[in-house]
C-alpha cells in the first residue's frame, strides 16, 4: 500500500525568484563550447566524450562555479563528482541531485549537462536566498552515463549504487582501443588534488533521495503545451553486442556459394531480429546502430561483424522474454558465421517514489505551471537510484522532441522553469532549517 506523502513544511519563495534564467543559460553555453561542432543542418551540437580531456574541463568549469558559492568537491573511485552544501545537520543523509556532463558522439547541449547545472542553480538560488536546510544537499555528475565511448552507460551511478563492481568494466575498450580502466586511471591522476572520498554511500548511509533533471528528449511535453514532466519511472533497456566470425575472401574470385560472409549473415541475422521485435502496438524500441566490420574493404568479403542492439521496453516481462530470445534467433538466423552474443546493459523499468514525485508536483502546481505525469523511455542514472533511496526525476519540453541530436533544443524560460521547480523539491526534501525575511 502506498502512503500519502507528507505535506510539505515551508516554500521557499525566495529561492524560487533566487533562481536566474540568465546565470543557468550562460552556464550552459560555456559548457557547450566543450565539444561544440556544427550538425549537417548548421546547428550547434556537443561531442564531450567521458573521461577526455573535454569532460575534465567541463569538471573543472563546474568545479569553479561551485566552489566560487562555497560548494565542497570530492570525487570517488568512478570519477562521480560531488559537490556540497552543508546542512545544518552535517550528519543527516544528504539530498542528491544531478546528472551526467558526458555527451553523445553527435550529441546537444542539454543532454545530461542541464540537470548538474540546475542541481547547481537550485542550490545556488537556496543559498543567495538565505536559506539554510538541516540535510546537506550534493550536486553529483555522474561518469559515463552515455555509453558512447565506453559500453554500457550509467557506469558510474551503477558502480555508487552497488549495481556492479567497480572493477566491471575495466577491460572495456572504446573506438580507439583504450581500455576504460586507463582512461578512468588517468583521469582520477589528473584530479588528484580533489578530495576522495569512498565509492558508493558514505559511512553506511543512503541519501535521503535523489533528484534529477532532464530534457525529456521526445515530444509529449511540447505536443500537450506542457512545463514539466512528473517523471512516474523508467522502461527497461538491454544492451547486446553481437559478434560474427567469417572468412575474408577475394570480392572477384570467391564465388558466392564457398563465402562465409559476415556482413550477409547481419543481414540476416537484422531482419529475424526485426520480426522477433514486431509490435503492433508501437511500444517496444528496437534499434541497431553501430557496425564495425573487418577488414571493411570494397573488394574483400567481410570476415568479422560487430553491431550492437540496444532494446527496451516498459514490461519487464516483455524485456526478459524477447530478450531471451534475440541470441536463439541470431544463431538460428546466420548461415555460416560463428556467432557470440554478450549482454551488456541489463536494467529493468523502475518506479519513482511519491516521496520525490509528489513534491515535483506541489512544486509545479505553486509555481502555477502546467505538468504531466510520464514514464522516460530514455534511461538515466535516476534508474540506479532507485534502489538505494527514493528517487525522481523533473522532465522539460524539447523542441520537436529531438535529442542524441545537435538540434536539440529547450529554451532559457523552459530551463529557468525547470530549476525553479527543482529548487524548490530540494527545499522540502533537504528540510527548510530557516527562511530569509522578506
Ligand atoms: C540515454 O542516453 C539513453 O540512451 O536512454
Ligand atoms: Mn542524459
Ligand atoms: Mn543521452
Known amino acids: 500500500?502506498?502512503?500519502?506523502?507528507?505535506?510539505?513544511?515551508?516554500?521557499?519563495?525566495?529561492?524560487?525568484?533566487?533562481?536566474?534564467?540568465?546565470?543557468?543559460?550562460?552556464?550552459?553555453?560555456?559548457?557547450?563550447?566543450?565539444?561544440?561542432?556544427?550538425?549537417?543542418?548548421?546547428?550547434?551540437?556537443?561531442?564531450?566524450?567521458?573521461?577526455?580531456?573535454?569532460?575534465?574541463?567541463?569538471?573543472?568549469?563546474?568545479?569553479?562555479?561551485?566552489?566560487?558559492?562555497?560548494?565542497?568537491?570530492?570525487?570517488?573511485?568512478?570519477?562521480?563528482?560531488?559537490?556540497?552544501?552543508?546542512?545544518?545537520?552535517?550528519?543527516?543523509?544528504?539530498?542528491?541531485?544531478?546528472?551526467?556532463?558526458?555527451?553523445?558522439?553527435?550529441?546537444?547541449?542539454?543532454?545530461?549537462?542541464?540537470?548538474?547545472?540546475?542541481?547547481?542553480?537550485?542550490?545556488?538560488?537556496?543559498?543567495?536566498?538565505?536559506?539554510?536546510?538541516?540535510?546537506?544537499?550534493?550536486?553529483?555528475?555522474?561518469?559515463?552515463?552515455?555509453?558512447?565511448?565506453?559500453?554500457?552507460?550509467?557506469?558510474?551511478?551503477?558502480?555508487?549504487?552497488?549495481?556492479?563492481?567497480?572493477?566491471?568494466?575495466?577491460?572495456?575498450?572504446?573506438?580507439?582501443?583504450?581500455?576504460?580502466?586507463?582512461?578512468?586511471?588517468?583521469?582520477?591522476?589528473?584530479?588528484?588534488?580533489?578530495?576522495r572520498r569512498p565509492l558508493g554511500v558514505v559511512g553506511g548511509q543512503a541519501p535521503h533521495a535523489y533528484v534529477e533533471c532532464h530534457i525529456e528528449q521526445g515530444p509529449r511535453l511540447e505536443t500537450e503545451g506542457q512545463d514539466i514532466g512528473i517523471v512516474t519511472g523508467i522502461q527497461g533497456s538491454r544492451w547486446f553486442l553481437v559478434e560474427l566470425l567469417g572468412a575474408s575472401a577475394h570480392a572477384g574470385t570467391a564465388p558466392l556459394s564457398l563465402r562465409k560472409d559476415a556482413v550477409q549473415d547481419m543481414v540476416r541475422a537484422i531482419a529475424a531480429l526485426n520480426a522477433l521485435m514486431d509490435d503492433p502496438t508501437d511500444v517496444l524500441r528496437f534499434t541497431v546502430a553501430r557496425i564495425e566490420v573487418y577488414p571493411n574493404s570494397s573488394n574483400s568479403v567481410a570476415e568479422r561483424?560487430?553491431?550492437?542492439?540496444?532494446?527496451?521496453?516498459?514490461?519487464?516481462?516483455?524485456?526478459?522474454?524477447?530478450?531471451?530470445?534475440?541470441?536463439?534467433?541470431?544463431?538460428?538466423?546466420?548461415?555460416?558465421?560463428?556467432?557470440?552474443?554478450?549482454?551488456?546493459?541489463?536494467?529493468?523499468?523502475?518506479e519513482f517514489d511519491p516521496m520525490v514525485t509528489e513534491a515535483v508536483a506541489r512544486a509545479a502546481t505553486a509555481q502555477g505551471l502546467r505538468a504531466l505525469r510520464m514514464p522516460s523511455g530514455a534511461f538515466h542514472d535516476a534508474q540506479f537510484m532507485v534502489p538505494l533511496c527514493p528517487s525522481g526525476m523533473i522532465f522539460i519540453p524539447s523542441r520537436h522532441g529531438i535529442s542524441h541530436n545537435p538540434a536539440e533544443y529547450s529554451s532559457p524560460e523552459q530551463v529557468a522553469k525547470g530549476a525553479r521547480v527543482l529548487a524548490q523539491v530540494l527545499a522540502e526534501l533537504a528540510d527548510l532549517a530557516e527562511l530569509a525575511e522578506g
Open 305 to 350: 561483424v560487430r553491431f550492437t542492439i540496444d532494446f527496451r521496453h516498459p514490461a519487464a516481462k516483455v524485456l526478459l522474454d524477447r530478450g531471451g530470445r534475440i541470441e536463439p534467433t541470431i544463431r538460428a538466423a546466420v548461415r555460416h558465421c560463428a556467432v557470440t552474443v554478450t549482454e551488456r546493459f541489463h536494467a529493468l523499468p523502475v
Open 1 to 195: 500500500m502506498t502512503e500519502t506523502p507528507p505535506a510539505p513544511k515551508a516554500t521557499a519563495p525566495n529561492a524560487i525568484a533566487a533562481v536566474s534564467e540568465a546565470r543557468q543559460w550562460d552556464r550552459l553555453m560555456a559548457m557547450a563550447k566543450l565539444g561544440a561542432f556544427r550538425g549537417v543542418d548548421g546547428s550547434e551540437g556537443v561531442n564531450r566524450a567521458c573521461l577526455t580531456p573535454l569532460d575534465r574541463e567541463a569538471r573543472r568549469l563546474l568545479i569553479g562555479w561551485a566552489t566560487a558559492i562555497g560548494l565542497a568537491p570530492s570525487i570517488d573511485a568512478l570519477g562521480n563528482l560531488f559537490l556540497r552544501h552543508e546542512g545544518t545537520e552535517p550528519g543527516l543523509a544528504p539530498v542528491l541531485a544531478g546528472s551526467h556532463m558526458d555527451s553523445q558522439p553527435a550529441g546537444g547541449r542539454f543532454d545530461g549537462i542541464w540537470g548538474v547545472l540546475a542541481a547547481l542553480e537550485a542550490v545556488q538560488a537556496l543559498r543567495e536566498a538565505g536559506i539554510a536546510t538541516r540535510r546537506p544537499i550534493e550536486v553529483v555528475a555522474w561518469t559515463n552515463e552515455e555509453g558512447g565511448r565506453f559500453a554500457p552507460g550509467c557506469m558510474g551511478s551503477m558502480a555508487y549504487a552497488g549495481n556492479s563492481p567497480a572493477d566491471a568494466w575495466d577491460a572495456v575498450v572504446d573506438g580507439e582501443g583504450i581500455r576504460f580502466g586507463d582512461a578512468l586511471r588517468e583521469h582520477l591522476a589528473a584530479e588528484a588534488d580533489l578530495p
